[in-house]
C-alpha cells in the first residue's frame, strides 16, 4: 500500500470511488436520488476542489483504493476545527478496515500542522468500516442529515395545521433557541427578539412556507419547509430536494400527535411543490427530536467530531 498525493490525474478514479459508496447508500435508503450533486460532473468539480486542499490517496499497485482530503479548517466551539467533507473520502468496497486507519493517519499530520484541535469528518451513515473506525478514535457523532420520500406520514387528523406568517412565532422560536442551549443540547442560539426575527425572515428569503398547530389562539408547534439552503445536504443539491428547515413543539404539547401533523403538512406541501423528497439535518444531542426524525426519516449522513490535544 503506498500514500500519494491526490492529482488531477486521479480526480476521476476519487469520485468513482465515491459514486459506488453513494450506490451502496442507496440500497440501504432508497429515497436518495441516483446520484449525488445532480451529476457525474457536479461530484468530480466537487471532488477535484478538494483534491486543491490537502487529499491523501491509497493506492495498491497503482489502483486508487481509498482516499481523504484534510478538506477546510474553520473556527467552532471556541477552536479551530478540521472539516473533510462528505466528499472528501471514500474507500474501495471491503478495504475501508485496511484504508481508512492510515489515511486518517496522514490527514491528521495535515490538520495538526494547521493548529486544528477540532476534527469534524462527515462519512455516509451505513460506512460501516469508517463508522466503527472513527469511534474507536475517540470520535463521537454531532449531526445526522435524514431522508425521506413524499408519501403521507399518516398522522391523526384532530390537529389542524395552518400556513403562517412569520410573525406569529416570535414567542415560541424565541422558548426554541432557548431549548437548543439546554441541556443535553448545549447549542447557543440567539435569544433577542431582532435577532429571531431576523433568522426567520431569512428563513422565508429562502422560499420557505411556515406551518403551525394553534391551541388558544397561540402557536404550539411549527415547522418550515422549502428550497433547500446552502451548506446543508450538500450531497442533495441540484437533486429537487425540499429542506425541513426548523421544527419545534411546545414542552406540554408533545407526543399528542402534532409533531406527525406538522411533518404530514410539510410534506404535503413539499409533493404539491413539485418536490422529490425531504431532508432534514439535527444536533444528534437533542434526544426528543431525534427519536423524532428517526421514526420518519433514514439516515444518510453523519457528522463526527473529535478534539485532540496538540501540546
Known amino acids: ?65 481509498g482516499y481523504m482530503s484534510a478538506g477546510f479548517t474553520f473556527p467552532f466551539k471556541g477552536h479551530r476545527a478540521g472539516l473533510c467533507p462528505v466528499t472528501g473520502h471514500a474507500a474501495e468496497a471491503g478495504r475501508g478496515n485496511e484504508v481508512y486507519p492510515l489515511l486518517y493517519a496522514a490527514v491528521g499530520r495535515i490538520w495538526a500542522e494547521r493548529g486544528d484541535a477540532l476534527h469534524v ?11 466503527r473506525l472513527l469511534y474507536e478514535l475517540g470520535f463521537g457523532m454531532i449531526v445526522c442529515e435524514r431522508v425521506r420520500g413524499l408519501s403521507a406520514v399518516g398522522s391523526s387528523r384532530e390537529h389542524e395545521v395552518a400556513r403562517i406568517d ?98 404530514d403538512a410539510a410534506v404535503t406541501h413539499a409533493r404539491e411543490a413539485g418536490f422529490e423528497r425531504i431532508f432534514v439535518e439535527h444536533e444528534t444531542a437533542n434526544l426528543s427530536g431525534s427519536a423524532f426524525w428517526a421514526r420518519h426519516f433514514t439516515g444518510y449522513v453523519h457528522f463526527s467530531m473529535r478534539h485532540v490535544d496538540l501540546g
Not at 460532473?41 to 486542499?53: C, K, P, T, W, Y
Not at 431582532?194 to 422565508?204: K, M, Q, S, T, Y
Request: with cysteine; glycine share 10%; hydrophobic share 40%.
Open 166 to 263: 412569520l410573525t406569529l412565532l416570535g414567542g415560541i422560536e424565541a422558548e426554541h433557541s432557548r431549548y437548543y442551549s439546554a441541556s443535553p443540547i448545549f447549542v447557543h442560539k440567539e435569544t433577542h427578539p431582532d435577532a429571531i426575527a431576523a433568522g426567520l425572515r431569512e428563513i422565508e428569503d429562502a422560499g420557505c412556507a411556515f406551518l403551525a398547530c394553534f391551541r388558544g389562539g397561540e402557536p404550539v408547534g411549527y415547522c418550515a419547509v422549502g428550497p433547500q439552503s446552502h451548506p446543508e445536504g450538500l450531497l442533495l443539491r441540484n437533486t429537487n430536494s425540499a429542506q425541513l428547515r426548523a421544527a419545534y413543539v411546545r414542552e406540554p404539547y408533545r407526543r399528542s400527535g402534532i409533531g406527525g401533523a406538522l411533518l
Open 1 to 65: 500500500m503506498r500514500l500519494s498525493e491526490i492529482n488531477e490525474e486521479t480526480v476521476e478514479a476519487a469520485s468513482n470511488l465515491f459514486a459506488r459508496a453513494w450506490a451502496a447508500e442507496r440500497v440501504s435508503c432508497p429515497s436518495l436520488p441516483d446520484y449525488p450533486l445532480g451529476g457525474p460532473d457536479a461530484l468530480r468539480q466537487e471532488v477535484a476542489s478538494l483534491a486543491q486542499r490537502g487529499c491523501i490517496g491509497a493506492f495498491d499497485g497503482g489502483r486508487l483504493v
Open 121 to 131: 469528518i462527515e462519512h455516509l451513515a451505513h460506512d460501516r468500516a469508517l463508522d
